[in-house]
């Protein structure tokens, strides 16, 4: 590689700003540069005008009209849904997952079919620019094989763990192992395939989750035996992901169903050692900085705290709340508890690929909250959960999720086509340049579709697929 430097709209969030000082980190530079180094890392993010000398031979990429951005992180998705999208017959979660789901999961047993899987899912992945993942894998291991395989070849960044489950009813039984085969199964995933392509977790492009599907598919045992074998790899860089709190119809939902079986005082208590009666410690905690709990539509105040206190983040899927009658996330008390927050596209329990289009229904969802939870959500903070707070999530902030200087280079050519582009060339704007700014990223983000993303670049290399 050489340098290179592209021109364009910058859009990123510089520094390391919680959600609530996002508009502040706010970065927009209409006649910008950015400057892409031979090893892959920013060089530079600035004023065209002000571009150093030192890059004045570096080779030049125009980009007139168009916007550069950080690659979306995308940090809830299940790779054995890739053909399950939009299922219908199925109702809310619990019912969806033994109706639609387990049945179409378990198709992946069948390797060729897991290998075509795989290669749409990263193909679909791409043309959503999506550049980073935290994807529930399948349980099948020759259909992760598939999965980290077509992410290298492509030269993406990927998180990704065998689903995990050791219990449930008949449509899940192709998906069940015994208590030894989980440990060994996830075992075998992580010495294979954790920082396979450098070796070293801290520069690699593929790590290894921890995922029990949610704990209503798991045991005191499984939690426990998972427990211990996080304990022996967290210092590896290793990963947990896991649903929370996400269906609270009830009696019969997702949350009061957890509660009844475990008998636990809230739903994090499994994750969090206190699996067993009265939430006594059972075992060690899943929580901690590289640990990603999706949805969290229904949490308890003390549930936040402690995710916050932990560091473990959230992955807000408002797309699928939407889809299974969830529920909405209650937005100023979830970031009132100082948890981090990131966006997951959920497919197939969402229907949507584009982490735009997350931030889209997340828009629309809190500014419908009741009474004085309702909120106009900024552009910037939907920035924010779609690539800083993706970063974070991952525990990766310092390597990508923005244009700092020294960060590898993870962004988005975007060149308004259609609609978008009819938008953004006619809009009318404030004559407050703030306010000017804000409406047009936000025309951008709430008008971007996978037509207007021309190319996409991981550690300053295109991604072609």
Not at 394 to 408: I, Q, V
Not at 412 to 420: H, R, T
Request: proline letters at 4%; a negative charge.
């Amino acid at each position: 590689m050489t340098d290179t430097v592209h021109y364009g709209h910058i859009f990123h969030l510089a520094g390391s700003p919680a959600v609530t000082e996002a508009v502040d980190a706010l970065v927009s530079i209409p006649d910008g540069a950015l400057v892409v180094g031979d090893d892959g890392t920013i060089k530079f993010a600035g004023e065209k005008a002000d571009l150093p000398a030192e890059f004045a031979s570096a080779e030049s990429h125009e980009h007139p009209n168009g916007y550069l951005i950080p690659g979306f992180v995308d940090t809830h998705i299940h790779f054995p849904q890739t053909y399950a999208g939009d299922s219908y017959g199925g109702g809310q979660l619990l019912e969806w997952l033994n109706l639609c789901i387990f049945p179409s999961e378990s198709k992946f047993a069948d390797p060729e079919f897991a290998q075509a899987a795989a290669v749409e899912f990263t193909r679909r992945r791409v043309a959503a620019g999506t550049t980073a993942m935290m994807v529930f894998g399948s349980a099948f291991p020759h259909a992760q094989d598939s999965l980290f395989t077509e992410t290298q070849k492509a030269g993406l960044r990927i998180v990704a763990g065998r689903g995990i489950q050791t219990v449930g009813g008949d449509t899940a039984k192709p998906l069940l192992t015994s208590e030894e085969e989980a440990i060994r199964l996830t075992r075998a995933e992580i010495d294979k395939w954790h920082a396979a392509d450098t070796g070293d977790y801290r520069t690699a492009l593929l790590h290894v989750a921890i995922v029990p599907r949610f704990s209503l598919s798991v045991t005191t045992e499984t939690l426990k035996n998972l427990g211990d074998l996080y304990d022996e790899y967290r210092d590896q860089g290793v990963y947990v992901h896991s649903h929370l709190n996400e269906n609270n119809r009830p009696g019969t939902g997702e949350v009061d169903t957890t509660k009844e079986v475990y008998q636990v005082d809230s739903y994090l208590d499994t994750y969090d050692g206190k699996f067993l009666p009265g939430s006594q410690v059972g075992g060690k905690s899943l929580l901690g900085p590289r640990t990603i709990l999706a949805h969290c539509v229904h949490c308890q105040d003390a549930e936040l705290a402690r995710m916050a206190e932990t560091g473990t983040s959230i992955s807000h899927c408002p797309v699928s709340q939407l889809f299974l009658g969830s529920g909405t996330m209650p937005w100023k008390r979830t970031v009132a508890a100082g948890v981090n927050i990131s966006a997951g596209t959920d497919f197939g329990g969402g229907d949507e690929w584009l982490i735009p289009r997350v931030l889209g229904d997340a828009f629309k969802q809190h500014i419908t909250e009741p009474g004085d939870a309702g909120v106009s959500m900024h552009p910037a903070e939907m920035l924010f959960i779609g690539t800083v707070g993706g970063a974070r999530a991952l525990d990766m902030e310092d390597r990508f999720g923005n244009f700092d200087e020294g960060k590898e280079a993870d962004f988005l050519v975007i060149e308004p086509v259609d609609a978008l582009k009819s938008t953004l060339d006619n809009a009318v704007r404030s004559d407050d340049a703030d306010l000017a700014r804000d409406q047009t990223l936000f025309g951008l983000l709430m008008g971007l579709r996978e037509s207007s993303i021309a190319e996409v670049y991981v550690q300053g290399r295109r991604v072609t697929v």
